[in-house]
């Protein structure tokens, strides 16, 4: 069983630039939500996405946006990077998102670096 | 606004003996769901065990227990029989119930040394 898989794995972008991070879920997951850790800090609420309609937002600013697909992938923009970008962006998927235990799965990360 | 706190930023246990992580939150919905997650240093999360808010019995996984007072509003955590594969961050978070129940949010961690 695949589990949540997230590329690129490492980037480096400059200041203004654009970046593109993509998440698969595991299969049968209809959620994803998506979560960016500063260094030695826990991780924040960014996006969630279900049944391919955003149904929680962090307060991040409009620079941030989301998108998920039909096959439950998704996609997370950042624009005009900034040096506090840099982090580990984790995506995590999970059954229907609401429910129970819906644990959340996560992928292993992308680490961004700001220069 | 739903809030976690853990106030141990870093914590040493020897290796075999017993450490409680501590967590508090803050919720005004009935029914919420709290969970753990162990962070290597490998950065990838894992998830150790799950509490439901109506949960009567306080949730148990192997050498992991969630020690649940709901009146006091924390979900300590309870690792026996530490072993060194436990060092690592671990962070408690939680899901509230209703039209917030999509958005999972995470404490700031506490760091775990196992002595050998």
């Known amino acids: 069983d695949t589990g949540v898989t997230q590329s690129p794995t490492h980037l480096i972008k400059t200041r203004g630039q654009q970046v593109t991070l993509r998440c698969s879920p595991i299969?049968?997951?209809?959620?994803v939500s998506w979560y960016q850790q500063v260094l030695g800090q826990g991780p924040q609420f960014i996006f969630q996405?279900?049944?391919?309609?955003?149904?929680g937002r962090g307060n991040f600013p409009d620079r941030f946006s989301a998108r998920q697909f039909p096959n439950y992938s998704s996609e997370l923009n950042v624009n005009a990077l900034l040096l506090g970008d840099s982090a580990l962006y984790l995506c995590?998927?999970?059954?229907?998102?609401?429910?129970?235990?819906?644990?959340?799965?996560f992928g292993a990360g992308s680490r961004l670096t700001v220069l | 606004a739903q809030k976690i706190t853990q106030t141990q930023p870093g914590m040493f246990v020897q290796e075999k003996e017993a450490v409680t992580l501590d967590c508090t939150y803050d919720?005004?919905?009935?029914?919420?769901?709290l969970f753990w997650y162990k962070q290597p240093s490998s950065g990838e999360m894992i998830f150790l065990i799950y509490q439901g808010s109506y949960d009567q019995q306080n949730a148990t996984e192997g050498r992991y227990s969630l020690n649940f007072q709901k009146a006091r509003k924390s979900a300590n955590l309870v690792i026996s029989a530490s072993q060194l594969g436990d060092s690592a961050m671990y962070f408690c978070?939680?899901?509230?119930?209703?039209?917030?129940?999509?958005?999972?949010?995470f404490g700031a961690g506490t760091r775990l040394f196992v002595k050998a």
């Open positions: 978070a939680m899901r509230e119930g209703g039209t917030g129940g999509f958005k999972t949010i």
């Open positions: 919720t005004s919905d009935p029914s919420y769901g």
């Open positions: 995590a998927s999970s059954p229907d998102g609401h429910s129970g235990a819906n644990v959340l799965t």
């Open positions: 299969s049968g997951h209809k959620s």
């Open positions: 996405y279900y049944e391919k309609e955003e149904r």
